[in-house]
């Protein structure tokens, strides 16, 4: 069963990070810094996740992707007001 899990994590990864490097792309070009610290919090959530994945099962890594995404999409959004503002 853990072997299991330690093979879908990163295909859960690869998943989202077309999205998510997509969004830091292009707020990047906007907010370099506040960017790079959203990232590097991403990073370390995507370590916390995996971490409970492994040790709780699916039902144990709800409050790493959460915390995963809100930033993204907090960022996500946050560019597009930008963008469409200057526009």
Partial sequence: VQFKQLGSNP???VETLPIILG?????????????L??????VLIRIIYAIQYLRGGPNKRLSGAIAERVPVFGMMLYTLAKIIYEF
């Fill in 11 to 13: 295909l859960e990864f």
């Fill in 23 to 35: 969004v830091y792309l292009v707020s990047g070009l906007y907010f370099p810094v506040i960017t």
């Fill in 37 to 42: 610290y959203l990232s590097a919090f991403s």
